[in-house]
């Protein structure tokens, strides 16, 4: 069960926007809208900011958005705010063998 | 407001079994909607899933762990549980339990997180 490849880190300036990728497989990513991105400041536990794809749980800011195109899935940070500065996971379905499998993580720094 | 908080021993030694139990409070386990997981963290390192169960007893653990896994849930006590066998210092890591929400399927995210309970396996 191979992790979701991300990049290591992901940097911008304060109002730019960023984007982060998350590359999979036909057998997980590209095979089902179950796509998932998560927050994580350091010492804390993560905090979902993205399922199924697009969908924004209550509370979160609408400058975050995900989107998805082939096994490739990614998240974008509009207006890019100091707080946005954390470390970001995704995570996919990745059907009834492998059930759930999550990225390497990205480091984002807000210059 | 739901609330889910680790409990289990900080440190174990190499070989044994790690017991580590989630507490959820402010709603029901039963709720026929959502899966309860398992997600660890090495120091300086990614999270990797450990397993789901659902209310039902059903459950499904991550292959690459090779059947050291056992997870499993008590709506008596609004609780639900892991077992990891054969540690060895690789198991070192945050673990964080946390719901798996909707419509009755592992499918989803993890939308509520415990806080995490560090797991040290040194002898």
């Known amino acids: 069960q191979s992790a979701l490849t991300q990049p290591p880190s992901a940097s911008g300036s304060p109002g730019q926007s960023v984007t982060i990728s998350c590359t999979g497989t036909s057998s997980d990513v590209g095979a089902y809208d179950y796509v998932s991105w998560y927050q994580q400041h350091p010492g804390k536990a993560p905090k979902l900011i993205i399922s199924e794809v697009t969908k924004r749980p209550s509370g979160v800011p609408d400058r975050f958005s995900g989107s998805k195109s082939g096994n490739t899935a990614s998240l974008t940070v509009s207006g890019l705010q100091a707080e946005d500065e954390a470390d970001y996971y995704c995570?996919?379905?990745?059907?009834?063998?492998?059930?759930?499998?999550f990225g390497g993580g990205t480091k984002l720094t807000v210059l | 407001q739901l609330q889910l908080q680790e409990s289990g021993p900080g440190l174990v030694k190499p070989s044994e079994t790690l017991s580590l139990t989630c507490t959820v409070s402010?709603?029901?386990?039963?709720?026929?909607?959502?899966?309860w997981g398992w997600i660890r963290q090495p120091p300086g390192r990614g999270l990797e899933w450990i397993a789901s169960?659902?209310?039902?007893?059903?459950?499904q653990d991550n292959p690459s762990l090779k059947s050291r896994v056992t997870i499993s849930v008590d709506t008596s006590k609004n609780q639900f549980s892991l077992k990891v066998t054969s540690l060895t210092a690789a198991d070192t890591a945050v673990y964080y339990c946390?719901?798996?929400?909707?419509?009755?399927?592992?499918?989803?995210?993890?939308?509520?997180w415990g806080q995490g309970t560090t797991v040290t396996v040194s002898s």
């Open positions: 169960v659902y209310f039902s007893g059903s459950s």
């Open positions: 995570n996919s379905y990745a059907g009834s063998h492998n059930y759930v499998i």
């Open positions: 402010g709603g029901p386990i039963t709720s026929g909607i959502y899966y």
């Open positions: 946390a719901r798996q929400g909707g419509y009755g399927s592992p499918k989803y995210g993890f939308d509520v």
